[in-house]
């Protein structure tokens, strides 16, 4: 076999910030943008008007998982910068746009992967943490709907806490941080 039929080109920058194209701005702009638009809403709601702030929430829910899935994601699996700091820095910037820890989501994604939605073993036990089928019955998956709307709350914190203890005391630490960003940010805002 050719091992030139399988290379792949990945691209490269002589940027000092990005780590892997300057189009990493993109998403992280739109990450920021989030943060902005969460932070502000929420301090801008005494001025609007009821039904435009019910539109804006439902806005703001949405966006936040559209954001998730393609700024977090992408950002879980190659971080925009160079500088390791300014990763965690992002992180953190995530962690409270998203109300979770991305150093967590990052345990839990990885472990997705390891088992790519698998069914319960005898046990009813899954690699995939988030498996769909889970929660299912008779080796079916579960209804969308239940997985989409429990899934957050299905989170076991211990497991997650155990790998990342694997992977170092750094990355606790800093999940450890995310949460407690977003957990201040939020504590500040419903005290405001």
Same mark, same amino acid.
């Given at each position: 076999?050719?091992?030139?039929?399988?290379?792949?080109?990945?691209?490269?920058?002589?940027?000092?910030?990005?780590?892997?194209?300057?189009?990493?701005?993109?998403?992280?702009?739109?990450?920021?943008?989030?943060?902005?638009? !969460?932070?502000?809403?929420?301090?801008?709601?005494?001025?609007?008007?009821?039904?435009?702030?019910?539109?804006? #929430?439902?806005?703001?829910?949405?966006?936040?998982?559209?954001?998730?899935?393609?700024?977090?994601?992408?950002?879980?699996?190659?971080? !925009? !910068?160079?500088?390791?700091?300014?990763?965690?820095?992002?992180?953190?910037?995530?962690?409270?746009?998203?109300?979770?820890?991305?150093?967590?989501?990052?345990?839990?994604?990885?472990?997705?992967?390891?088992?790519?939605?698998?069914?319960?073993?005898?046990?009813?036990?899954?690699?995939? #943490?988030?498996?769909?089928?889970?929660?299912?019955?008779?080796?079916?998956?579960?209804?969308? #709907?239940?997985?989409?709307?429990?899934?957050?709350?299905?989170?076991?914190?211990?497991?997650?806490?155990?790998?990342?203890?694997?992977?170092?005391?750094?990355?606790?630490?800093?999940?450890?941080?995310?949460?407690?960003?977003?957990?201040?940010?939020?504590?500040?805002? !419903?005290?405001?």
């Amino acid at each position: 076999m050719n091992a030139d039929a399988i290379r792949v080109d990945r691209p490269t920058t002589n940027s000092k910030l990005f780590a892997h194209t300057r189009w990493d701005a993109i998403p992280a702009g739109a990450g920021l943008f989030h943060l902005a638009y !969460f932070l502000g809403l929420f301090f801008l709601y005494p001025a609007r008007a009821a039904l435009g702030d019910a539109d804006s #929430w439902i806005h703001l829910l949405v966006d936040g998982q559209r954001e998730h899935q393609r700024g977090g994601h992408n950002f879980i699996h190659n971080p !925009f !910068f160079r500088s390791e700091l300014l990763n965690r820095l992002f992180g953190v910037t995530q962690s409270i746009a998203c109300c979770f820890s991305q150093t967590y989501y990052n345990a839990v994604h990885m472990q997705h992967h390891k088992g790519n939605a698998d069914r319960p073993d005898e046990k009813g036990e899954t690699i995939d #943490w988030i498996s769909i089928y889970k929660h299912g019955h008779d080796g079916e998956a579960e209804n969308p #709907w239940r997985y989409v709307f429990l899934s957050f709350f299905r989170d076991d914190i211990g497991a997650i806490r155990r790998e990342l203890r694997k992977r170092g005391r750094r990355e606790l630490i800093w999940g450890n941080i995310e949460l407690a960003a977003f957990a201040t940010v939020l504590l500040v805002m !419903f005290a405001v």
